[in-house]
Protein backbone atom coordinates (compact mmCIF):
# COMPACT_ATOMS: atom_id res chain seq x y z
CA UNK A 1 0.00 0.00 0.00
CA UNK A 2 1.46 3.35 -1.20
CA UNK A 3 -0.86 4.94 2.14
CA UNK A 4 -1.34 8.72 0.76
CA UNK A 5 0.69 10.00 -2.46
CA UNK A 6 0.83 13.84 -3.81
CA UNK A 7 1.46 15.32 -7.11
CA UNK A 8 3.78 17.35 -7.95
CA UNK A 9 6.80 17.55 -4.96
CA UNK A 10 7.64 20.76 -6.16
CA UNK A 11 6.03 23.28 -7.90
CA UNK A 12 6.94 27.02 -8.64
CA UNK A 13 4.53 29.59 -10.02
CA UNK A 14 4.15 33.17 -11.36
CA UNK A 15 1.45 35.54 -8.98
CA UNK A 16 -1.69 34.98 -10.79
CA UNK A 17 -1.35 31.50 -12.16
CA UNK A 18 -3.31 28.44 -11.14
CA UNK A 19 -2.67 25.20 -10.41
CA UNK A 20 -4.20 21.86 -8.88
CA UNK A 21 -2.67 19.38 -5.96
CA UNK A 22 -3.37 16.36 -6.26
CA UNK A 23 -3.79 14.15 -3.75
CA UNK A 24 -4.90 9.78 -3.84
CA UNK A 25 -5.24 7.40 -0.36
CA UNK A 26 -5.74 3.99 -1.19
CA UNK A 27 -6.82 2.75 2.82
CA UNK A 28 -10.09 3.07 2.05
CA UNK A 29 -10.53 6.10 4.18
CA UNK A 30 -13.55 8.11 4.44
CA UNK A 31 -12.48 11.71 5.34
CA UNK A 32 -9.53 13.59 3.61
CA UNK A 33 -7.69 17.30 4.58
CA UNK A 34 -5.97 19.45 3.07
CA UNK A 35 -2.99 21.34 4.92
CA UNK A 36 -0.92 24.20 4.83
CA UNK A 37 2.73 24.14 6.92
CA UNK A 38 4.91 27.46 7.50
CA UNK A 39 7.71 28.02 9.66
CA UNK A 40 6.83 28.44 13.45
CA UNK A 41 3.31 27.68 13.00
CA UNK A 42 1.17 24.64 13.37
CA UNK A 43 -0.07 22.56 10.32
CA UNK A 44 -3.23 24.87 9.52
CA UNK A 45 -6.13 22.81 8.13
CA UNK A 46 -7.30 24.40 4.40
CA UNK A 47 -10.69 22.14 3.92
CA UNK A 48 -11.44 18.65 4.35
CA UNK A 49 -14.29 16.14 3.81
CA UNK A 50 -15.56 14.02 5.62
CA UNK A 51 -16.78 11.66 3.66
CA UNK A 52 -17.09 11.23 -0.55
CA UNK A 53 -19.40 13.97 -1.67
CA UNK A 54 -18.61 16.48 0.87
CA UNK A 55 -16.52 19.13 1.45
CA UNK A 56 -16.24 22.21 4.52
CA UNK A 57 -13.65 25.51 4.75
CA UNK A 58 -11.02 24.55 7.36
CA UNK A 59 -9.55 27.42 9.47
CA UNK A 60 -7.69 29.09 6.19
CA UNK A 61 -9.96 28.58 3.15
CA UNK A 62 -9.34 32.15 1.37
CA UNK A 63 -7.61 31.53 -1.61
CA UNK A 64 -8.30 27.53 -2.26
CA UNK A 65 -10.89 25.52 -3.60
CA UNK A 66 -11.43 21.89 -3.70
CA UNK A 67 -12.82 18.89 -5.04
CA UNK A 68 -13.60 15.48 -3.48
CA UNK A 69 -13.65 13.57 -7.30
CA UNK A 70 -14.01 9.93 -5.32
CA UNK A 71 -13.71 8.04 -2.44
CA UNK A 72 -9.93 8.06 -3.52
CA UNK A 73 -9.20 11.54 -4.49
CA UNK A 74 -9.09 15.22 -3.05
CA UNK A 75 -7.81 17.75 -4.86
CA UNK A 76 -6.86 21.51 -3.76
CA UNK A 77 -7.01 24.43 -6.63
CA UNK A 78 -5.06 27.92 -6.33
CA UNK A 79 -7.33 29.81 -8.68
CA UNK A 80 -4.98 32.62 -9.00
CA UNK A 81 -2.06 32.18 -6.78
CA UNK A 82 -0.24 34.87 -4.50
CA UNK A 83 3.39 35.09 -2.79
CA UNK A 84 1.39 34.42 0.30
CA UNK A 85 0.31 31.15 -0.61
CA UNK A 86 3.86 30.07 -0.86
CA UNK A 87 3.74 26.88 1.59
CA UNK A 88 3.65 23.19 2.12
CA UNK A 89 0.79 21.74 1.38
CA UNK A 90 0.23 18.33 2.57
CA UNK A 91 -2.66 15.94 2.18
CA UNK A 92 -3.77 14.06 4.74
CA UNK A 93 -7.06 10.79 5.25
CA UNK A 94 -8.63 9.30 8.12
CA UNK A 95 -11.09 6.58 8.65
CA UNK A 96 -14.20 8.87 9.76
CA UNK A 97 -14.32 12.75 10.65
CA UNK A 98 -12.82 13.56 14.47
CA UNK A 99 -13.03 10.10 15.34
CA UNK A 100 -9.69 8.37 13.53
CA UNK A 101 -5.95 9.62 13.14
CA UNK A 102 -5.23 11.11 10.21
CA UNK A 103 -2.27 9.80 7.99
CA UNK A 104 -0.60 12.17 6.00
CA UNK A 105 0.97 12.53 2.46
CA UNK A 106 4.42 13.42 1.53
CA UNK A 107 4.05 17.00 0.93
CA UNK A 108 4.21 19.68 -2.10
CA UNK A 109 5.94 22.40 -1.42
CA UNK A 110 5.18 25.35 -3.38
CA UNK A 111 6.50 28.88 -4.50
CA UNK A 112 4.59 31.39 -5.93
CA UNK A 113 7.27 34.20 -7.24
CA UNK B 1 -9.22 30.07 22.72
CA UNK B 2 -8.09 26.37 21.79
CA UNK B 3 -4.50 26.48 22.14
CA UNK B 4 -1.60 24.02 21.83
CA UNK B 5 1.71 24.64 23.15
CA UNK B 6 5.10 22.64 22.59
CA UNK B 7 8.26 22.92 24.57
CA UNK B 8 10.72 23.10 24.53
CA UNK B 9 11.19 24.69 20.34
CA UNK B 10 14.55 22.77 19.93
CA UNK B 11 16.40 20.06 21.99
CA UNK B 12 19.81 18.63 21.31
CA UNK B 13 20.60 15.67 23.37
CA UNK B 14 23.91 13.31 23.18
CA UNK B 15 23.38 10.00 22.55
CA UNK B 16 21.99 7.84 25.28
CA UNK B 17 21.02 11.67 27.47
CA UNK B 18 17.27 10.88 28.06
CA UNK B 19 14.78 14.06 28.25
CA UNK B 20 10.96 14.54 27.75
CA UNK B 21 9.04 16.95 25.08
CA UNK B 22 6.14 18.51 26.74
CA UNK B 23 2.57 19.86 24.69
CA UNK B 24 0.24 21.67 26.83
CA UNK B 25 -2.95 22.62 25.69
CA UNK B 26 -6.00 24.88 26.33
CA UNK B 27 -9.06 23.08 25.11
CA UNK B 28 -12.49 22.71 25.37
CA UNK B 29 -13.63 18.41 24.75
CA UNK B 30 -10.54 17.13 24.36
CA UNK B 31 -11.37 13.89 21.96
CA UNK B 32 -7.80 12.91 21.69
CA UNK B 33 -3.67 14.00 21.61
CA UNK B 34 -1.56 12.89 18.68
CA UNK B 35 1.67 12.72 18.41
CA UNK B 36 4.08 12.91 15.15
CA UNK B 37 7.59 12.59 14.00
CA UNK B 38 8.12 14.75 11.17
CA UNK B 39 11.76 14.10 9.23
CA UNK B 40 13.09 16.95 7.09
CA UNK B 41 11.21 17.25 3.57
CA UNK B 42 8.40 14.80 4.47
CA UNK B 43 5.16 14.36 5.68
CA UNK B 44 4.38 13.75 9.56
CA UNK B 45 4.33 9.91 10.87
CA UNK B 46 1.94 9.01 12.98
CA UNK B 47 3.43 7.90 16.24
CA UNK B 48 0.91 7.83 18.99
CA UNK B 49 -3.00 8.48 20.09
CA UNK B 50 -3.25 9.10 23.90
CA UNK B 51 -7.46 9.49 24.77
CA UNK B 52 -7.71 10.08 28.58
CA UNK B 53 -5.74 11.15 31.10
CA UNK B 54 -3.27 8.67 32.94
CA UNK B 55 -3.03 6.94 29.36
CA UNK B 56 0.65 5.75 28.32
CA UNK B 57 1.83 4.49 25.04
CA UNK B 58 4.88 2.92 24.05
CA UNK B 59 7.14 2.25 21.01
CA UNK B 60 10.70 1.65 21.38
CA UNK B 61 12.72 4.26 22.79
CA UNK B 62 9.58 6.46 22.97
CA UNK B 63 6.82 6.96 25.37
CA UNK B 64 3.33 9.21 25.91
CA UNK B 65 1.51 9.96 28.68
CA UNK B 66 -1.41 12.32 28.97
CA UNK B 67 -3.00 14.35 31.91
CA UNK B 68 -5.68 17.18 31.77
CA UNK B 69 -3.57 19.84 30.63
CA UNK B 70 -0.33 18.48 29.10
CA UNK B 71 1.46 15.43 27.64
CA UNK B 72 4.76 14.34 27.35
CA UNK B 73 6.63 12.39 25.18
CA UNK B 74 9.77 10.75 26.73
CA UNK B 75 12.79 9.70 25.12
CA UNK B 76 15.07 6.87 27.07
CA UNK B 77 18.23 6.47 25.53
CA UNK B 78 17.97 8.74 22.28
CA UNK B 79 19.90 7.47 19.08
CA UNK B 80 20.85 10.32 16.34
CA UNK B 81 18.21 8.69 14.36
CA UNK B 82 15.78 9.60 16.45
CA UNK B 83 16.10 12.83 15.64
CA UNK B 84 12.96 14.92 13.97
CA UNK B 85 10.53 17.69 14.65
CA UNK B 86 7.81 16.26 17.21
CA UNK B 87 4.53 17.63 16.68
CA UNK B 88 1.87 17.28 19.32
CA UNK B 89 -2.35 17.78 17.97
CA UNK B 90 -5.22 17.97 19.82
CA UNK B 91 -8.29 16.81 18.63
CA UNK B 92 -11.59 19.03 18.81
CA UNK B 93 -14.87 18.22 18.28
CA UNK B 94 -15.57 16.36 14.69
CA UNK B 95 -13.33 18.90 12.58
CA UNK B 96 -10.86 20.43 14.30
CA UNK B 97 -7.33 18.96 15.09
CA UNK B 98 -5.08 22.06 16.56
CA UNK B 99 -1.55 21.55 15.65
CA UNK B 100 1.53 22.58 17.77
CA UNK B 101 4.78 24.23 15.96
CA UNK B 102 6.74 21.45 17.01
CA UNK B 103 10.43 20.32 19.03
CA UNK B 104 12.96 19.92 16.89
CA UNK B 105 15.36 17.48 18.75
CA UNK B 106 19.03 16.59 17.26
CA UNK B 107 20.54 13.79 18.84
CA UNK B 108 24.38 13.64 18.65
CA UNK B 109 26.95 10.76 18.68
Known amino acids: NAGVTQTPKFQVLKTGQSMTLQCAQD?????MYWYRQDPGMGLRLIYY???????DKGEVPNGYNVSRLNKREFSLRLESAAPSQTSVYFC????????????FGPGTRLTVL | EDQVTQSPEALRLQEGESSSLNCSYT??????LFWYRQDPGKGPEFLFT???AGEEKEKERLKATLTKKESFLHITAPKPEDSATYLC??????????FGTGTRLQVFP
Open chain 2, 27 to 32: VSGLRG
Open chain 2, 50 to 52: LYS
Open chain 1, 49 to 55: SASEGTT
Open chain 1, 27 to 31: MNHNS
Open chain 2, 89 to 98: AVQVGTDKLI
Open chain 1, 92 to 103: ASSGALGVDTQY
